[in-house]
C-alpha cells in the first residue's frame, strides 16, 4: 500500500491531484470550526442534547460535527445531496429533464447547472427555518432582523461554498468531490467516537474485561466493513450473446457480454430517505412543539436512540417500521432508476438475446424477476448493517455518531476513490492499490 502510493506521488499529475485534494480538505475542515454570528455555540449543543437525543445524530455525523456546532458549515452539502436527488427522481416525471440526461455533456451541463439552483433554494429554505427556530427558542443572542440575516447569508453562502469545493475536487483532484467531502466529515468525527467507546467499555475495567470488549468491538466494527464490502462489490451476470450479421463484406457480432445487475443496486440511498422520513417528525417538533401525551410517545418510537431497549421494548416497534422504509425505498429507488424495457427493447434493437429468452418483453419480464429478487437481498444486506448500531446502542448505549449508514458511504467512496487512482496508474503501468 505504501509502495503504491510512493509511485502514485511519482507521477506528477497524479500527485498535484491528490495534493489539490488534500489542500481542499483542510480549507473544508478550517471552515468547520468557524462560528456562524450571533449564535452561541455552547447554547446551541446543550439544546440539541437536551431535546433531540439522536435526532440529530447522523445530521451530525455527515456535517463532521459543523451542525451542533453550528459552524459557518452547518448546512454542509445535505442541500446538494438533497437537490441531486430531487432532479434525479424528476428525471423520470418530467420529459424535458430527461431529454436532458440523455442529451450528453450539454444536457448534464444544463442539469448541473439547475441541481445548482435547487442547492440555493433548498439551502435558503433550510436556513431561514433554523435562524427562525433559534431566534424563537432564545438561542440567538439577539432575535431581531438583522441577526436572522446574517446567519441565513451565513448558513447559505457555507453551502454554496461546499459544493463549489466539492466541484473543484471532482474537476481538478481525485474522486467525486461531493462524496469525498461527505466522507472526510463523517471520518473527522471517528476519533470521538472510539474515545466514548474506550471510556465507555475499556478505561477502569480489568484487562480481562478490557481485551474482551476491544476484540468484541473490532471485530463488530471489520465485520461490517466486510459485509458493506461484499454488497457493494456483490454483482449477478446477466448472459447476452449477440446474433451474427452482416456488415458490408464483413461479419459483425456472434460475441458474448453480460448484463451487471449491482446487488445492492439502491446504495445507501433507501437507508438516507428512510432515516430522514422518521427523523423529520422528531426535528420539527423540537423546533416548535414539544408534544405531549400520545405525540409523544409516537415521538420516542420514531427515535433510534429508544430502539432496543430493553427497558422500554414498546419504542423498538419504530425499528419494525424503519426496516419496512429501507425495504420500500430500495424497491422504489431502482424502480425509477433502471428500466427492465428499455434494455430490453436496446438489446433487441441491438441483436442481443439472453440465452433461452425470447427477446422483447419475455426479457424485461425474466429481468424484472431477477431485479425483484436481487433487490431484496440487498435490502436485506443493507438493513442488517443498519440495525446492528442501533441494537447495541440499545442493549448497550453504545451510542457513536458513525452508523450503517456512515460505513457504506465511506467503504463506497474509498474503494471508488481507489478504483480511479489505481486507473491513472495502470496507464502509467503501475500496479494499482487494489493488486498489493
Not at 244 to 254: S, T
Not at 283 to 290: E, K, T, V
Request: with cysteine; glycine share 8%.
Amino acid at each position: 500500500m505504501l509502495k503504491t502510493l510512493k509511485n502514485a506521488f511519482k507521477v506528477k499529475e497524479i500527485r498535484k491531484k491528490i495534493l489539490y485534494t488534500l489542500a481542499m480538505l483542510v480549507v473544508i475542515r478550517i471552515g468547520s470550526q468557524l462560528p456562524v454570528p450571533g449564535v452561541d455555540r455552547a447554547y446551541v449543543r446543550e439544546w440539541f442534547a437536551s431535546r433531540t437525543g439522536e435526532a440529530f445524530s447522523f445530521a451530525d455525523a455527515i456535517t463532521g460535527g459543523s451542525f451542533l456546532n453550528m459552524s459557518v458549515f452547518a448546512l454542509n452539502i445535505t442541500p446538494y445531496i438533497t437537490s441531486s436527488i430531487i432532479i434525479q427522481l424528476l428525471t423520470i416525471a418530467i420529459p424535458k429533464l430527461e431529454e436532458m440526461q440523455k442529451d450528453g455533456e450539454d444536457g448534464r451541463k444544463k442539469l448541473a447547472s439547475i441541481t445548482r439552483y435547487v442547492t440555493i433554494a433548498l439551502a435558503l429554505i433550510e436556513s431561514i427555518a433554523l435562524a427562525v427556530g433559534f431566534g424563537r427558542s432564545g438561542l440567538l443572542e439577539q432575535y431581531n432582523a438583522l441577526n436572522v440575516i446574517s446567519v441565513v447569508c451565513t448558513l447559505v453562502a457555507g453551502s454554496a461554498f461546499l459544493m463549489w469545493i466539492g466541484e473543484r475536487i471532482t474537476e481538478n483532484g481525485v474522486g467525486n468531490g461531493i462524496s469525498i467531502v461527505l466522507v472526510i466529515n463523517i471520518v473527522s468525527r471517528l476519533p470521538q467516537d472510539f474515545r466514548s467507546l474506550y471510556e465507555q467499555f475499556i478505561l477502569g475495567k480489568s484487562i480481562a474485561v478490557g481485551v474482551v470488549s476491544a476484540v468484541i468491538i473490532l471485530a463488530i466494527i471489520i465485520g461490517m466493513i466486510v459485509l458493506v464490502i461484499l454488497l457493494n462489490d456483490g454483482v449477478r451476470k446477466i448472459p447476452v450473446q449477440y446474433a451474427k450479421k452482416i456488415q458490408g463484406r464483413k461479419m459483425m457480432g456472434g460475441q458474448s457480454s453480460s448484463i451487471p445487475l449491482k446487488i445492492n443496486t439502491a446504495g445507501v440511498i433507501p437507508i438516507i430517505f428512510a432515516s430522514s422520513l422518521m427523523q423529520f417528525p422528531i426535528i420539527i417538533s423540537s423546533f416548535f412543539y414539544q408534544g405531549t401525551g400520545v405525540w409523544r410517545e409516537i415521538l420516542n418510537g420514531l427515535n433510534s436512540g429508544n430502539w432496543c431497549d430493553p427497558t422500554q421494548l414498546k419504542y423498538s416497534v419504530g425499528l419494525i417500521l424503519y426496516v419496512v422504509l429501507v425495504i420500500f425505498f430500495a424497491y422504489f429507488y431502482t424502480s425509477i432508476t433502471f428500466n427492465p424495457l428499455e434494455i430490453a427493447n436496446n438489446m433487441k434493437k441491438q441483436g442481443g438475446f439472453i440465452p433461452g429468452i425470447r427477446p422483447g418483453r419475455p426479457t424485461s419480464d425474466y429481468l424484472t424477476k431477477i431485479l425483484n429478487y436481487i433487490i431484496f437481498i440487498g435490502a436485506c444486506g443493507l438493513t442488517i448493517v443498519a440495525v446492528i448500531p442501533y441494537f447495541f446502542n440499545g442493549m448497550f448505549h453504545a451510542s457513536v455518531s458513525f452508523g450503517g449508514t456512515s460505513l457504506i458511504i465511506i467503504v463506497s467512496v474509498v474503494l471508488e476513490t481507489i478504483k480511479q487512482i489505481e486507473s491513472q496508474m495502470l496507464v502509467r503501468n503501475y500496479k494499482g492499490f487494489l493488486n498489493d
